[in-house]
């Protein structure tokens, strides 16, 4: 028997607060935090620390396009678990 | 808010030939360490940009017009606090301080006055051409500031390069636009 994995990717969305919908479902408030930041380190997202209970995710879907979405996910933790999860979206171009 | 400090910011956006390019933005810090961006982009995307996604109402294409001016609509700047999570944040973004103290106060409103005066003009966003990196030079341009861009930063339609770039004959040429 089977067990399905929830899966989050940021192209399934175009706007801020769907996205953030869908993360939390995944990757709800009071859950771990180290999965959801391996998640988005392994889809490509660029984290780093932005205090000492934050972290600040960038995600750039297909590098090389001339214009497309940029997500923004910022984390706050408490202890090792996720207390609250902010994502915000820019089209960004050259 | 009252600049005390406003720098050209450069975030690595994409890879064109095996090259960086960068997205640029205007950053402005106050005297308490409060952050607020400057930045510009398309109306919107094409299309076939939008097809597969969601919205938080429902099929992302549904309510999708297409701009007059074509697929990516007109130059757009927005403004807002730049922190993590927030739009544009990028801890790694190479800077390039224009102005400090009270000039940069100074500054910084007629960047929101320039950039204001730019989106009234609805100039049609052209990806390869008069987009997000020309509209962030242009508007430092009508404030009288020649600005340089962060060392060894490809911005494509900035239309300058930094100098420390200039220097490094080997690999600027690639992508590099022909100045007459």
């Known amino acids: 028997?089977?067990?399905?994995?929830?899966?989050?990717?940021?192209?399934?969305?175009?706007?801020?607060a769907s996205a953030q919908a869908a993360f939390e479902a995944v990757y709800p408030p009071g859950s771990a935090i180290e999965p959801a930041l391996q998640a988005l380190v392994a889809m490509g997202a660029q984290c780093k620390n932005a205090g000492p209970e934050r972290v600040a995710c960038r995600y750039v879907e297909k590098p090389g396009d001339v214009a497309g979405w940029c997500w923004h996910v910022a984390l706050e933790r408490r202890d090792a678990s996720i207390e609250r999860v902010r994502v915000n979206v820019a089209i960004t171009g050259m | 808010m009252n600049a005390a400090r406003v720098e050209l910011m450069a975030s690595a956006a994409g890879k064109i030939g095996g090259?960086?390019?960068?997205?640029?933005?205007?950053?402005?810090?106050?005297?308490?360490?409060?952050?607020?961006?400057?930045?510009?982009?398309?109306?919107?995307?094409?299309?076939?940009?939008?097809?597969?996604?969601?919205?938080?109402?429902?099929?992302?294409?549904?309510?999708?017009?297409?701009?007059?001016?074509?697929?990516?609509g007109v130059i757009t700047f927005t403004t807002g606090s730049y922190e993590p999570g927030g739009v544009d944040f990028d801890p790694v973004a190479a800077n390039a301080v224009l102005a400090t103290g009270d000039a940069a106060a100074v500054l910084w409103n007629k960047l929101?006055?320039?950039?204001?005066?730019?989106?009234?003009?609805?100039?049609?966003?052209?990806?390869?051409?008069?987009?997000a990196n020309w509209a962030a030079m242009e508007v430092l341009r009508r404030c009288g500031v020649e600005p340089r861009l962060p060392p060894k930063r490809w911005a494509p339609g900035a239309g300058a390069w930094a100098a420390d770039a200039e220097q490094e004959a080997v690999t600027r040429r690639l992508g590099q636009p022909v100045v007459i």
Do not use: N
């Open chain 1, 1 to 16: 028997m089977s067990e399905e994995t929830a899966y989050f990717r940021f192209e399934a969305f175009a706007d801020a």
């Open chain 2, 19 to 72: 090259v960086t390019w960068h997205h640029l933005f205007l950053l402005a810090t106050d005297a308490s360490g409060a952050q607020s961006y400057l930045r510009a982009g398309p109306q919107s995307l094409p299309a076939t940009q939008l097809t597969g996604r969601q919205t938080e109402h429902g099929d992302a294409l549904e309510d999708y017009e297409p701009p007059a001016t074509g697929p990516y």
């Open chain 2, 112 to 131: 929101k006055a320039a950039s204001h005066a730019v989106h009234e003009e609805a100039i049609p966003y052209d990806p390869i051409g008069k987009g």
